[in-house]
């Protein structure tokens, strides 16, 4: 696959939402700037929702320094709003979506260019995320979440496919993509890049992850945020399969199968002795099956206990979330609850 003539390069603009990320944010938006791509055919778009740290300080010296970066302001201060903002202000004929503490490693936009121009039914093309962590507890979380036991078939985390997938993290877009699907759905706190995807594909495009451009995470380093983090996926997951009438994917699933499993079977195991006998050995095979995943990630035996620890926390807490979204919207048919509107970061 041959790179495409510099000459005939398209633009390019980066959508990065934020909200008090002072301590990433300079990184971001640099590794944008020193992405190896021309800067008359680059643009970065910070969407800040009224940050009470130093964050616009940082971005605002950067646009000073940099005529292609932008500087907005996110009133309502939520994702989906963020990212429609820095849509609706971007003039790129592609358009990337950029976590504020995500980093861009070189050639990353230049190559999803490249797989764009072998491909024309593609509307996406995302990269893998590099997991990065700064002490023992988000070494801990970043292993859990780079193993197929933790995360499920999300690639883009596992690095175990290269192809067509049904979504990525921090795609990059063709601009008709959103002319034809509209942009992300401003109801959505959470999720709202898989339900784009979702709409993505529906209308006829196709995503594709390459695992030759990569870009760096800085992993959540607190159980409790995380747990919160996974709650909101599952919750809102939810309210995504009732306004599409349809459940998005098969995996999402399968954490609310183990929920129901661990409360349903150990009411039972009470009352009889081989609903007791079966629920038992459910958790042994869960227990041996994250114990061997967790010994993959680590030779460290204190390290495999935590990471089995953080796999209970992203399942436990999707299908929990999941449960009660089923509950709340599906069932009494009430809007999603406030308080699940606030980000655990």
Request: some cysteine; overall charge positive; glycine content about 8%.
């Amino acid at each position: 696959m041959s790179l495409p003539d510099p000459a005939t390069l398209p633009t390019i603009s980066v959508v990065i939402p934020c909200r008090n990320e002072e301590k990433y944010i300079r990184e971001c938006v640099l590794s944008v700037l020193q992405s190896n791509y021309p800067d008359h055919l680059l643009e970065v778009v910070v969407c800040d929702g009224r940050s009470t740290d130093e964050t616009p300080r940082i971005v605002g010296a950067l646009a000073e320094q940099n005529a292609n970066v932008k500087y907005l302001v996110n009133e309502r201060q939520t994702t989906p709003f963020a990212l429609n903002l820095g849509i609706r202000h971007s003039g790129g004929d592609y358009v990337m979506i950029l976590g504020g503490h995500a980093a861009l490693e070189p050639g990353f936009l230049a190559h999803c260019i490249e797989v764009f121009e072998a491909d024309e039914t593609l509307g996406c093309v995302g990269g893998l995320l590099d997991n990065v962590y700064e002490n023992p507890l988000s070494a801990v979380i970043a292993k859990a979440m780079s193993s197929p036991f933790g995360v499920g078939s999300a690639h883009f985390r596992t690095g175990l496919k290269e192809g067509y997938v049904d979504t990525v993290a921090f795609g990059v877009y063709k601009r008709s993509v959103f002319n034809q699907t509209g942009l992300f759905d401003e109801e959505l706190t959470r999720n709202q890049d898989d339900e784009f995807n979702f709409r993505v594909i529906r209308a006829g495009y196709k995503i594709w992850l390459t695992n030759k451009a990569r870009l760096k995470y800085y992993v959540r380093a607190s159980f409790p945020k995380l747990w919160k983090q996974y709650y909101q996926y599952g919750y809102w997951k939810v309210y995504v399969n009732v306004k599409h009438r349809t459940v998005t994917s098969i995996r999402q699933l399968i954490p609310l199968f183990f929920v129901l499993f661990l409360v349903l079977g150990g009411i039972t195991s009470l009352f009889h002795w081989y609903a007791r006998f079966a629920w038992l050995a459910g958790l042994l095979v869960y227990g041996i099956g994250a114990l061997v995943a967790a010994g993959r990630q680590s030779g460290s035996l204190t390290d495999i206990f935590k990471i089995v620890y953080t796999f209970v926390i992203l399942h436990t807490g999707y299908g929990w979330g999941y449960l009660r979204g089923i509950m709340e919207i599906l069932v009494f048919r009430r809007n999603p609850v406030k308080q699940e509107t606030t980000m655990s970061r």
